[in-house]
């Protein structure tokens, strides 16, 4: 992973002070935005879901110096996102509403350059949480 680490540092260290609020409006825009991901957290207790997609995201900045065991950890998560009923055309929608939410937060600080390391970070997380889900083809036909 070739990730700009300093830039991704430096802006996920000016949202962590909001972290409750980021994770609540990452979840606003992503319903709002994308109505069909809505199902899939229907059984989901969203006060504990805002929590641990925060935890996510600081494992993952807390070991961008540490790519192996990062990728380990990726992979496990995308294996365990297949019995969420996570599907590889929702990881776009959650990354967009990634992006969008810290566009808000960051405000005059979301250069083209820390959009790019953000766009480069969720590609990469993205892929390999991919890898490490085996998605039974059913899944991976377009009609779906
Ligand atoms: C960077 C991408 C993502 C990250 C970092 C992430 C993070 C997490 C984490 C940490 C959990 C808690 C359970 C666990 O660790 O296995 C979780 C659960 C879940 N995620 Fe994600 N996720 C991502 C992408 C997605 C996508 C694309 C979807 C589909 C819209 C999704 C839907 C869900 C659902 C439905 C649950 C289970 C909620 C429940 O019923 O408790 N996630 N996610």
Same mark, same amino acid.
């Given at each position: 992973?070739?990730?700009? +680490?300093?830039?991704?540092?430096?802006?996920?260290?000016?949202?962590?002070?909001?972290?409750?609020?980021?994770?609540?409006?990452?979840?606003?825009?992503?319903?709002?935005?994308?109505?069909?991901?809505?199902?899939?957290?229907?059984?989901?207790?969203? $006060?504990?879901?805002?929590?641990?997609?925060?935890?996510?995201?600081?494992? +993952?900045?807390?070991?961008?110096?540490?790519?192996?065991?990062? $990728?380990?950890?990726?992979?496990?998560?995308?294996?365990?996102? +297949?019995?969420?009923?996570?599907?590889?055309?929702?990881?776009?929608?959650?990354?967009?509403?990634?992006?969008?939410?810290?566009?808000?937060?960051?405000?005059?600080?979301?250069?083209?350059?820390?959009?790019?390391?953000? +766009?480069?970070?969720?590609?990469?997380?993205?892929?390999?949480?991919?890898?490490?889900?085996?998605?039974?083809?059913? $899944?991976?036909?377009?009609?779906?």
């Amino acid at each position: 992973m070739s990730l700009n +680490v300093e830039l991704l540092e430096q802006s996920f260290n000016r949202i962590k002070p909001n972290a409750p609020e980021f994770a609540a409006s990452f979840y606003e825009n992503l319903f709002a935005d994308y109505p069909q991901a809505k199902p899939l957290f229907a059984n989901a207790n969203m $006060a504990e879901q805002k929590k641990k997609i925060i935890a996510s995201l600081v494992l +993952v900045i807390e070991n961008l110096r540490k790519p192996d065991a990062l $990728a380990g950890a990726l992979k496990g998560m995308g294996a365990r996102h +297949v019995q969420y009923g996570t599907l590889p055309e929702h990881y776009p929608l959650v990354g967009a509403s990634i992006l969008k939410t810290f566009e808000s937060y960051l405000g005059a600080d979301w250069t083209p350059e820390v959009k790019q390391a953000w +766009v480069d970070a969720y590609e990469a997380i993205a892929s390999l949480m991919l890898e490490g889900a085996d998605y039974p083809e059913e $899944a991976l036909k377009l009609s779906n």
